[in-house]
Nanobody, 128 residues
Framework: QLQACGGGLVQAGGSLRVSCASPDLDDYAVAWFRQAPGKEREREGVASISRSGTWTNYADSVKGRFTISRGNAKNTVFLQMNNLEPEDTAVYYC???????????????????????RGQGTQVTVSS
């Protein structure tokens, strides 16, 4: 069971770090998706990271502002979000897969359907 946490309310230009954890997450590649208000049928792929942490991928909309990492904490993946914009307001979900390529491809394909593990979301709200 993937557990996402760390969301909250922040002003535009501010920063937040959300995390995703599960007892065996080190065995999985992880992809963060987000669902914006009013877009219940759409989840945008935001970032992904391989099992080793060597490979990362980002959506163009967040490149240079968001950083995905495994850090030093076991079985935890972080998404550091800097210079947040109101357009970043969304529920952020972490999903995972044992296959690095599937996790990476989920971003470019814009779908998490192929990812084997689905997580709960955490709300991020950016005020203008």
């Amino acid at each position: 069971q993937l557990q996402a946490c760390g969301g909250g309310l922040v002003q535009a230009g501010g920063s937040l770090r959300v995390s995703c954890a599960s007892p065996d997450l080190d065995d999985y590649a992880v992809a963060w998706f987000r669902q914006a208000p009013g877009k219940e049928r759409e989840r945008e792929g935001v970032a992904s990271i391989s099992r080793s942490g060597t490979w990362t991928n980002y959506a163009d909309s967040v490149k240079g502002r968001f950083t995905i990492s495994r850090g030093n904490a076991k079985n935890t993946v972080f998404l550091q979000m800097n210079n947040l914009e109101p357009e970043d307001t969304a529920v952020y979900y972490c999903h995972a897969d044992r296959d690095d390529h599937i996790a990476a491809m989920s971003l470019s394909l814009g779908t998490y359907a192929a990812l084997e593990a689905r997580g709960q979301g955490t709300q991020v709200t950016v005020s203008s």
